[in-house]
């Protein structure tokens, strides 16, 4: 299984919406994916207490990162890094094994002319840093407002390709590393 990790809990976001199409390329290719939404993350896991003791209803966050054969990172850019939630999150997790030579493929989005240049590669840091081994195909969109029709589409079918060649090299990557079969 692969985990989707949406890398916001902002409402109506753009990451969502973009993580849809990802979504639906996984389906496509029949691997088997799981959707973690910051969005959803229990209030309990803001309580600072939970650095100590994490509180029952995150067992299904942590349990999923450790479950997986790999992982794939929508984030957004935010005031040039990562949302706040997002690396929360990550320091939430369980250390070392939950990224621990967990293979893990990024996808970026932003506002601005970089696409979320800036998140990905911090993100890549701090991957690095916890010994996962990072996919080093990456997706950056930028000026998303301008990629995304009313309904929430990206309406550049070259952007679709993108992502899809993306995700086939990523499951490729697994497989191989992981010496499984994700592809049912
Ligand atoms: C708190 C905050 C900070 C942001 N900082 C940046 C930024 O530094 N660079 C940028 O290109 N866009 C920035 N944006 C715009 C986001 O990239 C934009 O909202 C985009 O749609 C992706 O985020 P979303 O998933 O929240 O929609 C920021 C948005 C928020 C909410």
């Not at 100590?52 to 942590?62: D, H, I, M, N, V």
């Not at 840091?125 to 990206?154: C, E, S, T, W």
Request: aromatic fraction near 10%; charged fraction near 25%; hydrophobic fraction near 40%.
């Amino acid at each position: 299984m692969i985990t989707l990790i949406v890398g916001t809990n902002r409402p109506g976001s753009n990451t969502r919406k973009v993580a849809r199409h990802v979504e639906e390329i996984y389906a496509t290719l029949k691997v088997p994916l799981h959707v973690l939404d910051l969005a959803q993350l229990p209030p309990e896991i803001f309580s600072p207490s939970s650095y100590a003791e994490k509180p029952k209803s995150f067992l299904p966050f942590s349990d999923a990162i450790l479950r997986s054969a790999g992982l794939h990172v929508v984030t957004p850019e935010y005031n040039g890094s990562v949302p706040g939630v997002l690396k929360y999150f990550i320091d939430m997790l369980k250390f070392p094994e939950s990224f621990e030579k967990r293979p893990v493929c990024f996808t970026g989005l932003g506002a601005g002319i970089w696409g979320a240049l800036r998140p990905v590669e911090q993100l890549q840091a701090i991957f690095g840093y916890r010994n996962a081994y990072v996919y080093p195909d990456r997706v950056f969109l930028p000026k998303i407002n301008d990629l995304l029709d009313d309904a929430g589409r990206l309406k550049d079918p070259e952007l679709l390709q993108r992502l899809k060649s993306q995700a086939e090299g990523f499951v490729d990557f697994v497989e191989r590393l992981q010496k499984t079969r994700l592809r049912g």
